[in-house]
């Protein structure tokens, strides 16, 4: 049984994650998502609530697992005996650091194989820092991030929640 991990900030999670979380699914014997601990960029939610929301949009696909790392995604790739590490490719502008990064992963790690997916055409252009502006703006962001995920950047936004 192949086990992929898909990596990345989440921050948060919208429908261009999902698709290729759903398509990866049927893909692998078992996705694990993992949000990236990750000193660089600063995020509006916490890990916690990064966890949270990805686990309520992915309950309905029984082959996913939801998890945080801080580290190298290449020692959490052997820590989960996974063999796969998933990304998406959106367009011509991640080509560049996607190449640098499978290159160093797989230095790190021989065993290491990144594997990308497409996402559906209607999200190519999708960026979590693009729905969290959209939303700070009072911008419809309702086709691009699942319902509950609507709910808390709105929430969060408005600063019932505490950023
Ligand atoms: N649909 C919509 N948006 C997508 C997307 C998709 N399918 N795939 C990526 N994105 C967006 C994200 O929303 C994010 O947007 P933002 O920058 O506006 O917030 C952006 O593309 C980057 O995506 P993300 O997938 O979160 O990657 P990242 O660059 O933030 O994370 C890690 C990269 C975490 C996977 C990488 O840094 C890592 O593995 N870190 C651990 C340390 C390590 O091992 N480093 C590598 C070897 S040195």
């Known amino acids: 049984m192949t086990r992929a991990l898909y990596p ?6 919208t429908n261009g994650h999902l698709d290729i979380i759903q398509r990866a699914s049927q893909l692998f014997g078992v996705v694990d998502v993992v949000v990236a601990v990750n000193t660089r960029k600063t ?7 990064r966890l949270e929301m990805i686990r309520e949009c992915t309950r309905h696909i029984p082959n996913v697992e939801v ?19 998933l990304r998406g490719l959106r367009a011509v502008s ?8 499978a290159l160093m992963n797989k230095k790190l790690d021989p065993v290491c194989e990144t594997v990308y997916l497409m996402p559906s055409e209607k999200y190519t252009y999708l960026a979590s820092s693009l729905v969290r502006e959209l939303a700070g703006l009072g911008g419809d962001i309702s086709e691009f991030v699942p319902a509950v995920v609507e709910a808390r950047l709105r929430r969060k936004l408005s600063g019932s929640e505490g950023v």
Do not use: W
Not at 67 to 84: E, F, Y
Not at 94 to 101: G, V
């Open 8 to 13: 990345g900030t989440f921050d948060p999670i």
């Open 43 to 49: 995020s509006l939610f916490s890990v916690e609530e």
């Open 67 to 85: 998890l945080s790392h801080a580290g190298l995604m290449v020692d959490c790739l052997r820590k989960r005996n996974a063999q796969v590490l």
């Open 94 to 101: 991640d080509f560049e650091y996607e190449f640098q990064m």
